[in-house]
């Protein structure tokens, strides 16, 4: 995942858009993953876990986004999509040797508040998330990112986020939607956004598919 917007409060929301190459296979929300009974997610088909997971339950979701780094070791790098679904079944953060995963950034929220954790390959943070609006992008909580400029004020000012995804897919560094051409001829673009609410009452969760966006 590339870019997710979080919002404190009641509702505690989260939006993620997932960016990523449009031949890897995935499925949409789902109890995908027996041993992490109750935890709902949308699964690559591929590596098998998620970029966002949702634990009704406990109130609690965890969202994976790529991070800027040293690179594991490709004689022991493994998926990252297990960081996830491990969080939101467990509440707890990245533990033990990190790293076997690239960098990234995990961000875990629940009803007590909102954590950021990222790994550079070297070195383990955590910051806790400021109350109000935040967007996190694959250089962490970084307010001279293009996107971030360009977009978090918009959220910030918007009760209903869903419309400010209603844009042309862009190259463009700022571009929130994005579709990007390879000379291999192969797409990457935004796939899907995925928004979450948790209050004490309960939790709503909505998979959006956005591939139509991409064709061409």
Same mark, same amino acid.
């Given at each position: 995942m590339?870019t997710?917007?979080?919002?404190?409060?009641?509702?505690?929301?989260?939006?993620?858009?997932?960016?990523?190459?449009?031949?890897?296979p995935w499925?949409?929300?789902g109890?995908?993953?027996p041993?992490?009974?109750?935890?709902?997610?949308?699964?690559?088909?591929?590596?098998? *876990? %998620?970029?966002?997971? $949702? =634990?009704?339950?406990?109130?609690?979701?965890? @969202?994976?986004?790529?991070? !800027?780094?040293?690179?594991?070791?490709?004689?022991?790098?493994?998926?990252r999509?297990?960081?996830?679904?491990r969080?939101?079944?467990?509440?707890?953060?990245?533990?033990?040797d990190?790293?076997?995963?690239?960098?990234f950034?995990?961000v875990?929220?629940d009803?007590t508040?909102?954590?950021?954790?990222?790994?550079?390959?070297?070195?383990?943070?955590a910051?806790?998330l400021?109350d *109000? %609006?935040?967007?996190? $992008? =694959?250089?962490?909580l970084d307010?001279?990112? @293009?996107?971030?400029?360009? !977009?978090?004020?918009?959220?910030?000012?918007?009760?209903?986020?869903?419309?400010?995804?209603a844009?042309?897919?862009?190259?463009r560094?700022?571009?929130?939607?994005?579709?990007?051409?390879?000379?291999?001829?192969?797409?990457?673009?935004?796939?899907?956004?995925t928004?979450?609410?948790?209050?004490?009452?309960?939790?709503?969760?909505?998979?959006a598919?956005l591939?139509?966006?991409?064709?061409?």
């Amino acid at each position: 995942m590339c870019t997710l917007i979080v919002r404190t409060g009641s509702p505690l929301t989260l939006l993620g858009v997932r960016d990523e190459f449009t031949d890897r296979p995935w499925e949409g929300l789902g109890e995908h993953w027996p041993e992490h009974p109750g935890v709902i997610g949308g699964r690559d088909l591929k590596a098998g *876990g %998620t970029w966002l997971a $949702v =634990n009704p339950a406990a109130r609690r979701a965890a @969202a994976l986004l790529n991070g !800027h780094g040293t690179p594991a070791p490709d004689t022991r790098k493994v998926s990252r999509g297990d960081l996830a679904l491990r969080a939101a079944s467990t509440g707890e953060p990245p533990a033990g040797d990190l790293t076997c995963y690239d960098p990234f950034h995990l961000v875990l929220a629940d009803l007590t508040g909102v954590r950021l954790f990222s790994w550079d390959g070297e070195r383990l943070t955590a910051t806790d998330l400021p109350d *109000g %609006t935040s967007m996190v $992008v =694959n250089s962490g909580l970084d307010p001279s990112s @293009a996107r971030v400029m360009a !977009h978090l004020p918009r959220f910030r000012d918007a009760d209903d986020w869903w419309p400010l995804l209603a844009q042309e897919p862009s190259e463009r560094p700022e571009a929130l939607i994005v579709r990007r051409e390879l000379p291999d001829g192969r797409v990457f673009g935004s796939l899907s956004a995925t928004e979450v609410e948790i209050t004490p009452g309960g939790v709503t969760y909505e998979l959006a598919d956005l591939t139509a966006n991409l064709d061409r």
